[in-house]
């Protein structure tokens, strides 16, 4: 009933005597590669089964390691495209800032005054006045009442200085008032602010006055506050009433007095005509003898 076998140490003996004898075999021989094709067949399943968990968790880590990469890659993409924007936001600024100097400086090629560029750095908070502030003062020789325009027209005057800043009154204030003249005919008038920083208006114009819509109002020069032929407004609307002795005349800035960051500060020339052909005249023979001296010198080297 209690039939004893072979002890393990010899049974391990025997079944390590038969290993070697079988490894011995198919290394030397070729009599058990159909059985090992036999038992390769019959065991793939087990090994697909015994493999499932390592390639379960392979499948899951690289899920896991492909969304955390997309997403570090989406938010890294999401940083370039802010980064692309803002500077394709400041190059369109830059862009419209260098058209606007161009202007500007075309104007000021066009100016026979002497000018000086400022930069708007404020705006009078009160809605009832029209007021700006630039970074030029009296440092830079600026001085009340001199008169301030864009690339586009007169824009206003200097009223309050500052050592380094100045305060600028527009033309639309309802305070501020120069003397104009239409430049198809010369009709003279007096353009007001209205408050609408769109609209001026035009006092005391005969109802039978010779102007109309489109008309071009440029600066007299009358009162010697303001140079002459500065461009001023267009007339947007005339209105004739038969029973006023003045017509309501309407006119729009040429100067865009709400977008204009630059502008500049005209030095006027208070010299009489005389004088400046004066200048001119003792200017070119000054010029005629410097040149008349370049040959001489040339003749006559050191």
């Known amino acids: 009933m209690f039939s004893k076998g072979p002890a393990l140490g010899i049974r391990l003996l025997i079944l390590a005597a038969l290993s070697v004898g079988v490894m011995v075999t198919d290394a030397r021989f ?3 590669k159909p059985v090992r094709s036999e038992l390769a067949l019959v065991l793939s399943p087990l090994y ?9 968790w392979e499948v899951v880590s690289d899920q896991f390691s492909s969304r955390t990469e997309l997403m570090a890659e989406n938010e890294r993409l999401k940083a370039e495209q802010l980064l692309l924007q803002r500077r394709l936001q400041k190059l369109a600024a830059l862009t419209e800032q260098n058209v606007r100097l161009r202007e500007l ?3 000021a090629a066009l100016v026979d005054d002497k000018v000086l560029v400022g930069e708007l750095i404020g705006v009078d908070p009160n809605p009832y006045t029209h007021r700006i502030i630039i970074d030029k003062g009296a440092k830079d020789g600026v001085f009340v ?3 301030v325009l864009d690339a586009s027209g007169l824009m206003g005057q200097v009223v309050e200085v500052m050592p380094y800043s100045a305060r600028v009154l527009l033309l639309t204030d309802v305070t501020h008032s120069i003397p104009v003249q239409v430049n198809r005919n010369g009709l003279r008038a007096i353009a007001a602010g209205t408050g609408n920083p769109e609209r001026l208006e035009l006092r005391y114009v005969a ?10 109002l440029v600066s007299s020069g009358l009162g010697q506050r ?3 032929g500065y461009p001023v407004a267009t007339v947007s609307k005339v209105i004739h009433d038969s029973g006023q002795p003045f017509a309501v005349v309407r006119a729009i800035p040429t100067a865009k007095l709400n977008r204009s960051r630059y502008m500049l500060l005209v030095f006027s020339d208070t010299r009489t005509p005389e004088q400046r052909a004066n ?3 003792e200017a070119q023979e000054a010029a005629d003898r410097h040149a008349a001296q370049r040959p001489a010198a040339a ?3 050191a």
């Open 145 to 147: 009442g001199q008169p």
């Open 279 to 281: 200048d001119a005249a």
């Open 299 to 301: 003749a006559n080297p």
């Open 207 to 216: 109802d039978t006055a010779d102007i109309k819509e489109g008309d071009l």
């Open 226 to 228: 303001f140079p002459a």
């Open 30 to 32: 070729d009599y058990l």
């Open 48 to 56: 697909q089964v015994a493999g499932f968990p390592v390639r379960a």
């Open 105 to 107: 400086l075309n104007s």
